[in-house]
């Protein structure tokens, strides 16, 4: 991938569907007009992926925010701030959460 701003662009939009692309943008824009932090939160990753249809694990990956169910259960890490169980999180990361937070950090890179 070339970790220029075109590049990162044109890797995004190849590799993820409209609507993905349009729930990362809107909880990233409600997140930076709500939220003091001006980054998403986990209940607006909940909030965002269900009206947008996406999957909330990997859209909380954009945001570091790693989501795994075990035993019906949301099991959440913040593997920005290197919570308690980041290193489990990240060993644990789906293929599509890994894309994500992947692609989020190359994008932080390049900003």
Request: charged content about 25%; some cysteine; overall charge positive.
């Amino acid at each position: 991938m070339d970790l220029t701003e075109e590049g990162l662009l044109g890797y995004y939009l190849a590799s993820f569907d409209d609507r993905t692309r349009a729930a990362h943008y809107a909880t990233l824009a409600f997140a930076a007009a709500t939220e003091p932090t001006r980054w998403p939160t986990i209940p607006m990753v909940r909030r965002f992926a269900r009206l947008f249809g996406v999957s909330m694990s990997e859209l909380g990956a954009w945001f570091g925010l790693m989501c795994r169910i075990d035993r019906g259960k949301e099991l959440w890490v913040d593997v920005l701030r290197n919570a308690p169980g980041t290193d489990d999180a990240k060993r644990l990361m789906t293929r599509k959460q890994s894309r994500a937070f992947g692609t989020m950090l190359a994008m932080l890179e390049v900003a």
